[in-house]
């Protein structure tokens, strides 16, 4: 199996439906341990790269994923922006000149996107960010591929180690970020930036299923 271009472009558009549908949420989240806008942020980042789709929608995966992470840095206010925008334009690189996807050219994506991240956040797991749902979802879908699993079966667990990694910034204290501020007060909420990882790599599974 391989992930089609037509399948990367409904996957960003996704994105965007869903972080749109889920921006009160997301801000909500963000209220008590951030600046209250990381739903509103992101869903107008995601919104922007949803509006130019069209405009590359005959360019290679590498070009349609660096033209996501320029209109992030670009639209996307705070630490958020250039996160996301770091993910996606490491892994235009990890995927240049693609017109699909195998299964190790996704893990590629997937992986360098990540490095991308932790070389602009400098989180590790347990700090309270978007690696504590980043990290188990990319280990995740590198054991099931090991495992000899199909794409949609390891982006499936990808998916539920998110899931599970979004719920266990729950309990931490945080060590990174505006968050990392509030010491001990910082313990209970769920992390925004986790929970907005985990509907993004939904959407990607649900693009992959359609």
């Known amino acids: 199996m391989t992930v089609t271009k037509a399948q990367i472009i409904d996957w960003l558009g996704k994105s965007a439906a869903v972080l749109e549908e889920n921006k009160a949420y997301l801000t909500e989240l963000d209220g008590p341990i951030g600046d209250s806008d990381h739903g509103v942020n992101i869903a107008r980042g995601f919104g922007a790269v949803a509006e130019n789709l069209p405009d590359v929608a005959d360019q290679d995966i590498g070009s349609i994923l660096k033209m996501t992470a320029m209109t992030l840095m670009s639209k996307v206010g705070g630490a958020s922006g250039m996160l996301y925008g770091n993910f996606f334009l490491r892994a235009a690189m990890g995927v240049n000149g693609k017109e699909t996807l195998s299964a190790d050219d996704l893990n590629k994506l997937l992986e360098v996107g990540v490095g991308g991240i932790v070389q602009r956040g400098r989180a590790v797991v347990g700090d309270k960010t978007m690696i504590d749902a980043w990290t188990p979802a990319l280990a995740a879908f590198q054991s099931s591929l090991t495992a000899g699993r199909e794409i949609t079966a390891a982006m499936r667990a ?8 979004m719920k266990d910034t729950i309990p931490l204290q945080a060590r990174k970020g505006r968050a990392s501020y509030l010491g001990e007060r910082s313990i209970g909420h769920q992390d ?13 599974l649900e693009a992959i299923e359609a």
Do not use: K, R
């Not at 990808?158 to 990694?165: F, K, R, S, T």
């Not at 925004?192 to 990607?204: K, M």
């Open 158 to 165: 990808c998916v539920d180690a998110a899931e599970q990694g």
């Open 192 to 204: 925004p930036g986790a929970t907005s990882t985990y509907l993004i790599l939904n959407a990607l």
